[in-house]
């Protein structure tokens, strides 16, 4: 019986001003680079693996995973990323991807479960990882939002990458725009002991994640 699970992406395409430039995910935290840490997780739960990365591929070639670059120039954002990967899926014949960010090494092991469970009756399933919105965030958004979406991480349906390359070629960079106009749901994660989707944006962050391993 032919497995079900969906492909794993993982979005690589960002700039990193924040860092300085370069690619976030070579930089290591406990002597392992933040991109082995993701592949990790990710290999487990998906039925193959893919990288969204824009310029030389070359640089990731001792990972072992395609390459595929955004189709949208500009860097488009997230979203670009996450049309690549629905373009390769489709290559191989697959109905779903699931995304995860290169700087995220903390995500849930049992993420592409849980997003899948809360796919269960749609169409086509699309879903996006949230958290609850505590302490100073809750009250910063006047309460008007309980959850933290994370639109890096979801769970996207084949069936509707030509629609999100049309939207792409549109001007549209907001994921969760386009996520609600095809009612994509959420799925909640918990953030105990803490955020499981914590990434690495700054030198700072580095330092943060480097303490965090502690716990995991």
């Known amino acids: 019986m032919p497995s079900t699970k969906p492909l794993g992406v993982i979005l690589a395409g960002g700039l990193a001003t924040r860092m300085g430039g370069g690619d976030k995910g070579m930089l290591q935290i406990g002597g392992v680079s ?75 092991r049992d993420l592409v479960n849980q997003l899948v469970l809360a796919s269960a009756g749609q169409k ?18 006047g309460g008007s939002k309980r959850v933290n979406r994370h639109p890096t991480f979801g769970l996207w349906p084949v069936a509707l990458r030509d629609d999100l390359r049309t939207a792409l070629e549109g001007g549209l960079r907001k994921v969760v725009i386009w996520t609600d106009q095809h009612e ?31 716990q995991v």
């Not at 989707?197 to 502690?214: I, Y």
């Open 124 to 141: 086509h399933p699309l879903v996006l990882a949230t958290t609850l919105r505590t302490g100073d965030e809750a009250l910063k958004s």
């Open 184 to 214: 994509g749901r959420e799925a909640l994660f918990s953030t105990d002991p803490f955020d499981p989707f914590f990434n690495v944006n700054t030198p700072e962050d580095l330092g943060r994640a480097q303490a965090m391993l502690e």
């Open 34 to 108: 933040l991109l082995d840490r993701v592949i990790e997780r990710l290999r487990p739960q998906v039925d193959g693996l893919s990288l969204n990365a824009n310029g030389d591929a070359s640089r990731f070639s001792e990972l072992g995973l395609p390459v595929i670059a955004d189709s949208i120039e500009g860097f488009a954002g997230p979203l670009a990323g996450v049309l690549a990967g629905l373009d390769w899926a489709a290559e191989q014949g697959a109905q779903s991807i699931v995304t995860v960010a290169a700087d995220t090494p903390f995500f849930p």
